[in-house]
């Protein structure tokens, strides 16, 4: 027994001596950027819808959409009762397009099946996603159609005939609400072209669109402290015309330098963590300041719209002004060695060329190699080096790779030296 112990004891020493133990972490791609923190307020061309008739207001739709100049908005109606029937009736009215759509498209074949079932899949994919980021904008829309694809199948693979008795049902119910409800006593229609909103806040008139890229240090910091007009109660919400909206915020005289850097640049992005779960993509329209040692006002431009976005105005803001994507790596790994490579003379004599640089030490197998890396953004303890870098970057067109095991912490490590993770 004793015997088989220490022939254990030597074989763990022979091995000791000629393996040294490291640290290694999997080198990971990330992606993060430059950011400023800050806050600021939004300025868009706002026109206020009234209701001038008493009476019961009824939304076309949600509220919520895209109107043409003159295009519906909502009806007044007598009573409460005659407002809630017409909102049924405009749903049945849905609910019937759909089923009449599904019976006319709908067809038996394992092709169309097959297609349907992709449609399933990916819209289940969808609202999980929004379930998780949060970002239920599209949620109803995805609902909708997993619904719709759901009938579908059921008439492709024969589980149902065809809707002609669920429209019957529908209609029969529409006519019944038809009869007992009152007609509109008015209609309210948007003077002009744009994104309806139920939402107002009283700052609509508080801030000039025209003169929004012009907006200097003293006029944003006057518009930040102004306080809403009181919403008068025939206010039934807005349209927000024209495309772009515009985002205004105070900005350091040191953080402008890194704005004046990205002025043409579109890798500007937008988040509003109290408010919005995805980051918004915008342009610099203005960065007005009256001298470089200044503090600034930044006028950011966007064209994107939703019922979430519509309804925000002063905002705490995170502008990533600069991303930076490759392979996320601890400091601690960073050394200096030397790299070689083959070169060629003009007469053709190879020679090996040899240079000291930056990289980490890579495991592969048992064995370590020294790789050479081109670091794109340091952080405090953390660096991200570049993927792919150019050819003109790297000594010898060896660099660290995705999933390579890299080594955080050992001792009289070199290229070729026998080790143990």
């Given amino acids: 027994m004793l015997c088989a112990f220490l022939f254990l004891y030597a074989i763990y020493l022979i091995y000791g001596a000629n393996f040294s133990v490291v640290k290694t972490e999997t080198a990971s791609l990330t992606t993060v950027a430059d950011s400023i923190n800050t806050s600021g307020y939004i300025v868009r061309n706002e026109t206020l819808i009234k209701n001038n008739v008493s009476g019961v207001v009824a ?33 049945l009215q849905e609910q019937i397009s759909i089923f009449e759509k ?3 498209s709908a067809k038996r074949d394992t092709a169309g ?19 998780v980021s949060g970002d239920l904008l599209d ?27 669920k429209i019957e049902q529908l209609q029969k119910e529409y006519n ?9 006593i008015a209609e309210i229609r948007s003077p002009v072209s744009g994104y309806f909103t139920t939402s107002t806040d009283g700052y609509e008139k508080k801030f000039s669109y025209k003169s929004a890229e012009d907006t200097s240090v003293e006029q944003m910091n006057s518009n930040m402290k102004k306080k809403p007009d ?17 985002l205004v915020c105070p900005i350091e005289a040191k953080e402008s330098l890194a704005i004046n850097r990205n002025l043409d640049s579109s890798d500007i992005k937008v988040n509003m963590p109290y408010a919005a779960a995805q980051s918004l993509p915008v342009q610099i329209a203005a960065m007005n300041q009256k001298s470089k040692t200044d503090k600034g006002a930044l006028v950011l431009q966007c064209n994107y719209m939703s019922p979430v976005l519509s309804s925000l105005r002063r905002e705490e803001l995170r502008l990533d ?35 000291r640089v930056q990289g980490v030490y890579v495991v592969s197998g048992n064995i370590l190699e020294f790789k050479e890396v081109v670091i794109a953004y340091s952080g405090e303890d953390y660096i991200i080096c570049k993927q792919s870098p150019d050819a003109d970057e790297l000594f010898n067109g060896t660099t660290v790779e995705l999933y390579d095991r890299v080594v955080t912490e050992g001792t009289d490590l070199y290229d070729g030296k026998s080790v143990r993770a």
């Fill in 230 to 246: 009181k919403v008068d109660g025939n206010v039934i919400g807005k349209v927000i015309s024209d495309l772009n909206w515009y």
């Fill in 321 to 355: 002004i600069q991303s930076y994507e490759g392979l996320k790596i601890s400091k601690s790994a960073l050394h200096q060695d030397y790299v070689t490579k083959i070169v060629t003379d003009s007469g053709g004599k190879e020679r090996e060329e040899k240079k």
């Fill in 59 to 91: 939304y076309e739709y949600d509220g919520n959409r895209k109107v043409a100049a003159g295009g519906l908005i909502a009806k007044v109606y007598a009573s409460e009762q005659d407002a809630s029937n017409h909102k049924l009736m405009n749903q």
């Fill in 139 to 165: 949620l109803g829309h995805d609902e909708d159609n997993l619904i719709y694809a759901l009938n579908e199948s059921k008439l492709i693979v024969g589980e149902v005939k065809d809707y002609s008795a």
């Fill in 113 to 131: 099946l097959d297609s349907v079932r992709n449609r399933i899949n990916a819209n289940i994919i969808n609202i999980n996603k929004s379930v």
């Fill in 102 to 104: 599904l019976g006319r």
């Fill in 176 to 184: 019944r609400l038809k009869g007992i409800t009152g007609e509109a």
